[in-house]
């Protein structure tokens, strides 16, 4: 099967027909053999009835219905291990993502031996108290993961080369960085693609300003995780070595100070518990010891984790 279209959708009832026989006009044009993987992620508007009667016509058609919404990334997750094609193409549900892109971003992956390609929106119909932020976790994201050449690391229409998507997990807020976990995951030849932004058709947005803030917290979880994972200790016992060392100079600096003043017969101003510093040092060595430990302790679990030696291979000669 040459191309999986992989579209996660929430209470999108009346842009589906529209956008299944977009999908199969684009599909047949080109003569591509396809499927598309519908994810209801708990919709209560119908969707599944609306997937279920499309299916009639329109055989290429799967469906994944969740009980409850989990959220885009378990929908993703879950499309991702069902999909069959060489090629896996992504995009929302709303009529915002075009699939006269399809083949441009299945060409280049094909031709250029691409593993990711993440569209771009370069002009956008969002309103601005969507595309500041979006620009700031951008840049963020960038300067973290060090992939410099996307501009839009949440666009929803990406193109993937079928080992990548069943060789990451995405979960919580994941989503948005699914370029970031492909890079950790060793798929370097990452692309972007200038794409259509449609305003929407139908309903209404289903992000609020939560987002923002989750999408933060796991840009952090995919750096530590992907940086430090297998090695917790080069973390948390570097910063506690420092922590140690810093606080140790401090106090000695200070018994240095008190027993010079003695030598030398020199009135003690204040002592030594009455001084800023010496609580200072204080801190920093209880906590340079708790981060050693804590790095210690993330040590031994790291090493009898029963992943602890499954790495990515990418050919075998046997």
Same mark, same amino acid.
């Given at each position: 099967m040459d191309i999986s279209v992989v579209v996660p959708l929430y209470n999108e009832v009346e842009s589906l027909p529209e956008l299944t026989q977009w999908i199969r006009e684009v599909m047949l044009k080109n003569e591509f053999s396809y499927e598309i993987i519908l994810i209801d992620d708990g919709s209560n508007d119908g969707s599944w009835d609306k997937i279920e009667e499309l299916r009639v016509d329109h055989t290429a058609i799967k469906g994944i219905k969740f009980r409850r919404n989990y959220g885009k990334s378990a929908a993703l997750n879950v499309g991702f291990a069902m999909a069959d094609g060489d090629v896996v193409i992504t995009? !929302?549900? !709303?009529?915002q993502d075009s699939p006269d892109e399809i083949p441009i971003l299945f060409n280049r992956i094909k031709k250029e031996k691409l593993d990711l390609i993440s569209g771009w929106k370069k002009k956008r119909y969002d309103p601005l108290s969507k595309t500041i932020p979006t620009k700031?976790?951008?840049?963020?994201?960038?300067?973290?993961?060090?992939?410099?050449?996307?501009?839009?690391?949440?666009?929803?229409?990406?193109?993937?080369?079928? !080992?990548?998507?069943?060789?990451?997990?995405v979960y919580g807020e994941m989503h948005r960085y699914i370029p970031v976990l492909a890079k950790w995951a060793?798929?370097?030849k990452i692309e972007e693609q200038v794409v259509e932004h449609r305003a929407r058709k139908y309903g209404t947005t289903k992000f609020g300003f939560s987002r923002f803030i989750n999408g933060f917290l796991d840009l952090l979880s995919?750096?530590?995780?992907?940086?430090?994972?297998?090695?917790?200790m080069h973390f948390f016992g570097s910063m506690g070595v420092l922590s140690f060392l810093i606080g140790t100079i401090m106090a000695l600096w200070i018994i240095g100070e008190k027993l010079y003043h003695i030598a030398f017969h020199i009135k003690i101003q204040r002592e030594v518990t009455e001084q800023p510093l010496f609580y200072v040092a204080l801190v920093a060595v209880i906590l340079g010891s708790q981060l050693f430990l #804590?790095?210690?302790?993330?040590?031994?679990?790291?090493r009898?984790? !029963? #992943?602890?030696?499954?790495?990515?291979?990418?050919?075998e000669l046997v």
């Open positions: 995009m !929302d549900a !709303d009529l700031f976790f951008n840049a963020a994201t960038r300067s973290m993961s060090g992939i410099r050449n996307l501009h839009d690391f949440n666009c929803g229409l990406k193109a993937y080369r079928k !080992d990548v998507v069943k060789n990451i997990e060793g798929f370097h995919i750096f530590f995780v992907g940086k430090f994972g297998k090695r917790p #804590t790095g210690f302790v993330a040590e031994l679990v790291s009898n984790s !029963d #992943t602890r030696n499954n790495y990515l291979i990418e050919k």
